[in-house]
């Protein structure tokens, strides 16, 4: 017998964890995610784990996403000492993504704190550390697909392919009890079929317990060649419009999935005179890492490159620039147009997309393309959603800019992609929907009800099962 307990992730698409108990596992986390949204410095100072870090043992990684591994150095922090168990790959960018996002949090506690004492508030003590960060670097323990890893006493951990970003990983759980195995199957997130980088998303047939993400659960995304041409039209026209554009990237999968895309464009003779600037330190960072992996990458165009292209995505988009520092970030407030800036964060809560919407969002020869999910309290939902002015710095911005969805390079499977997943389980497993908000998640259970026969539950934060 085991039990699981939804803490994150449930009815909602960020800090996803949910602890898994039971005398053959010991007390393990699947993944351990930070929310997103709302002010940043709040958020991480207010987040409470509602169990002893100490007391777990383990923690299984499905991949290196913030809002999947965001809370590891507090987990730390407060006396996690197990091991962090996932792929090599996400190993690897895990130490970008949390030095990145401990780096940001003290810093804009720094600010808070100058604010606070200002005001003659008390100051905030931070709740972790770079230390922790690189302490629980430490615990991870990288493996490959496939790899049977032990669990606790009796259990053991199987990552396959998600085809979501580099490293990601469907996570399979076996535990055995009295000459009896069971298997817990978590989907973490789902990849697109068609992605250009990445793998299909692997398909299982055999689990007893399904914990499946659900964030495009109520719909279906344009095919990624479709995208390419919209991506295409969309850059022509503010060409012609004398204008630039700023697309808020995440700097994981679909910074990089843009570059492979602009490449391709490029060497098609289908991009006017465009310079594309990367303006994030991370996305920097990171795409150097998916340059080390991109000859294992089989998306269905990478596999047609030649080895000189497949060697780094620097070198197959010639007029890319990199902007690691500030000042050559700031060089590109001087461009009149022409720039394609490509710039961290991906939901515009933080980062320097937000000085770029500064310069520019208020004039309508410009344009705002988002590539990703803008989940409910960030600025790029609001900007989404339609909203004609909007706050930053404290001021007022018109927003006059075009804004475009690019909605085919979405990391994440459709509607589609994920009952055709679900279905290739037989027999059908007791199923429960993670990672996704409720209208989405509605419209899925309701989906497999009438296409499957399958009666899905969708646990609440704090609910638990036993099985
Ligand atoms: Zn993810």
């Keep these: 017998m085991a039990t699981i307990t939804f803490l994150g992730a449930a009815q909602e698409v960020t800090g996803s964890c949910h602890m898994l108990e039971g005398p053959g596992t010991g007390r393990v986390l699947l993944d351990c995610g930070m929310h997103q949204g709302g002010d940043a410095v709040e958020r991480i100072q207010d987040e409470q784990f509602p169990f002893d870090p100490a007391s777990i043992d383990a923690v299984v990684l499905s991949h290196a996403h913030l809002d999947h591994s965001g809370l590891l150095p507090r987990l730390r922090h407060e006396g996690f000492s197990g091991p962090v168990i996932c792929t090599r790959a996400t ?34 003590d931070p709740i972790y550390t770079m230390d922790d960060v690189e302490a629980v670097l430490k615990q991870c323990d990288g493996h490959r697909y496939r790899e ?49 980088l990445m793998n299909e998303p692997t398909s299982l047939t055999r689990a007893d317990l399904l914990l499946v993400e659900s964030t495009y659960g109520d719909r279906d995304h344009r095919g990624e060649q479709d995208t390419v041409v919209q991506l295409r039209d969309i ?45 994030s330190p991370m996305a920097i960072a ?12 089989d998306g269905d165009d990478i596999r047609h490159l030649s080895d000189a292209h497949k060697s ?10 990199l902007a690691s520092g500030t000042d050559e970030s700031m060089a590109i407030n001087r461009i009149k147009s022409g720039a394609i ?45 339609g909203a004609k002015n909007i706050k930053m710095f404290g001021e007022d911005y018109v927003v006059k800019a075009r804004v475009e969805t690019l ?41 497999l009800w009438k296409d499957q026969s399958l009666k899905v539950k969708i646990p609440a934060r704090g609910d638990s099962i036993v099985f």
């Design 286 to 297: 990171v795409t150097r890492v998916y340059d080390r992996w991109l000859k294992l990458l």
């Design 91 to 124: 190993a690897e960018l895990l130490e970008i993504m949390l030095n990145d996002s401990v780096g940001l949090y003290l810093r804009d506690l720094e600010r808070t704190n100058v604010r606070n004492a200002r005001q003659g508030r008390p100051l905030l």
């Design 407 to 447: 909605g085919g390079l979405s990391a994440h499977a459709g509607q589609r992609e994920l009952l055709a997943w679900v279905a290739g389980f037989q027999p059908p497993p007791r199923t429960l929907l993670v990672h996704g908000e409720a209208s989405s998640q509605d419209a899925m259970a309701d989906k």
């Design 235 to 279: 850059l022509r026209e503010t060409w012609q419009a004398g204008g630039n554009v700023m697309i808020p990237a995440f700097a994981v999968g679909r910074t990089q999935d843009l570059l492979f895309h602009l490449g391709c464009l490029h060497h098609d003779g289908e991009l006017d005179n465009w310079q594309v600037f990367l303006d």
């Design 148 to 196: 049977s890893v032990p669990l606790g006493e009796s259990a053991s951990v199987c990552f396959y392919d998600a085809g979501h970003i580099l490293g990601s990983s469907i996570v399979e759980i076996t535990l055995r009890e009295h000459n009896e195995e069971k298997v817990l199957v978590f989907s973490g997130d789902l990849g697109k079929a068609d992605s250009a």
């Design 341 to 385: 800036i490509i710039a961290g964060s991906g939901m515009c809560t933080g980062g320097r997309i937000r000085h770029h919407f500064k310069q520019r969002i208020w004039d309508r020869r410009n344009t705002v393309i988002f590539t990703g999910y803008q989940a409910q309290g960030t600025l790029g939902r609001v900007i989404v959603d």
């Design 312 to 321: 780094s995505l620097e070198n197959f988009l010639p007029t890319l620039n």
